[in-house]
């Protein structure tokens, strides 16, 4: 339909804390990485949320290797949008994740935003997202309740975070019995959103732990939301069979939501 939004697609190939123990086809190494970035864009993904990892396969916020991975993907799948993220894992600070960002100067990051708050430095906070906004970088904020979501549109209504970083990814099913997630619990998300949307044009992506991932993204992807898919949340197809690897974790999304004519 002509001028309608594209959606996004994005993939969350590993996350922080699985690995090969986990399932087999969880990219650690950059080539890894790299590899999956190709097969999962060439099967639909618009855009990868990358993680990168240490030399012995744990976490961490290194400027060199975030500077490593974009320039591979640069070259081996320039036309895959690329997003860094912070996330701490109770690693790291604030200050940390600031200075990382300024550092790799990516042109997204997502910033889950009760870790950016977390040493409740409002004023270093609020710094942070200015400066982002000054030199073109897209910050995606994470929120894991709608009631967390809330309090991020009112920082932006009193100008704590700037009116035009409007991009926000809900997380569901983080924090349920056996992190498992249901469309349900989109609800209270978009109760929020009809209450800013229309005033201040959000953006908005979703994530869903476990099974009920697919069912989901596909409510989320009809109330107007980019998805976001991948084994970092979730290593199982909607029927339970486990997901070959990722690239097939977005074939099956694509594939769902062609059935709903989305």
Same mark, same amino acid.
């Given at each position: 339909?002509?001028?309608?939004?594209?959606? +996004?697609?994005? @993939?969350?190939? %590993?996350?922080?804390?699985?690995?090969?123990?986990?399932?087999? #086809?969880? &990219?650690?190494?950059?080539?890894?990485?790299?590899?999956?970035?190709? #097969?999962?864009? $060439? #099967?639909?993904?618009?855009?990868?949320?990358?993680?990168?990892?240490?030399?012995?396969?744990?976490?961490?916020?290194?400027?060199?290797?975030?500077?490593?991975? *974009?320039? +591979?993907?640069?070259? !081996?799948? &320039?036309? *895959?949008?690329?997003?860094?993220?912070? +996330?701490?894992?109770?690693?790291?600070?604030?200050? !940390?994740?600031?200075?990382?960002?300024? $550092?790799?100067? &990516?042109?997204?990051?997502?910033?889950?935003?009760?870790?950016?708050?977390?040493?409740?430095? *409002?004023?270093?906070?609020?710094?942070?997202?200015?400066?982002?906004?000054?030199?073109?970088?897209?910050?995606?904020?994470?929120?894991?309740? #709608?009631?967390?979501?809330?309090?991020?549109? $009112?920082?932006?209504? /009193?100008?704590?975070? &700037?009116?035009?970083?409007? %991009?926000?990814?809900?997380?569901?099913?983080?924090?349920?019995? %056996?992190?498992?997630?249901?469309?349900?619990? /989109?609800?209270?998300?978009?109760? @929020?959103?009809?209450?800013?949307?229309?005033?201040? =044009?959000?953006?908005?992506?979703?994530?869903?732990?476990?099974?009920?991932?697919?069912?989901?993204?596909?409510?989320?992807?009809?109330?107007?939301?980019?998805?976001?898919?991948?084994?970092? %949340? =979730?290593?199982?197809?909607?029927?339970?069979?486990?997901?070959?690897?990722?690239?097939?974790?977005?074939?099956? *999304?694509?594939?769902?939501? $062609?059935?709903?004519?989305?």
């Amino acid at each position: 339909m002509s001028g309608q939004k594209r959606r +996004e697609i994005f @993939v969350a190939p %590993n996350g922080a804390r699985k690995g090969h123990s986990d399932h087999p #086809a969880l &990219p650690i190494t950059i080539p890894e990485i790299v590899t999956t970035a190709n #097969a999962c864009f $060439k #099967a639909g993904a618009s855009g990868i949320h990358a993680h990168v990892r240490d030399d012995k396969g744990g976490h961490i916020l290194d400027a060199g290797l975030y500077g490593e991975l *974009l320039k +591979e993907l640069d070259i !081996q799948v &320039p036309k *895959l949008k690329v997003q860094i993220t912070t +996330e701490s894992v109770g690693q790291y600070s604030p200050v !940390q994740q600031r200075a990382l960002v300024f $550092k790799v100067h &990516p042109k997204m990051v997502s910033v889950a935003m009760g870790e950016m708050f977390g040493d409740d430095d *409002l004023a270093a906070a609020s710094r942070f997202y200015y400066a982002a906004q000054e030199r073109a970088i897209d910050v995606q904020h994470i929120v894991y309740s #709608a009631q967390e979501f809330a309090r991020l549109a $009112k920082m932006i209504l /009193l100008g704590t975070v &700037p009116a035009r970083q409007k %991009n926000v990814l809900f997380v569901l099913g983080r924090y349920s019995e %056996n992190q498992q997630s249901d469309p349900s619990m /989109l609800i209270p998300y978009l109760d @929020v959103l009809g209450a800013q949307r229309m005033a201040q =044009n959000w953006r908005f992506m979703v994530c869903a732990f476990g099974q009920g991932e697919t069912g989901c993204l596909v409510a989320a992807a009809k109330a107007g939301g980019d998805l976001r898919v991948g084994v970092e %949340n =979730n290593f199982f197809h909607a029927d339970g069979q486990t997901a070959k690897d990722n690239a097939s974790r977005v074939s099956a *999304l694509i594939e769902a939501l $062609k059935l709903q004519h989305i």
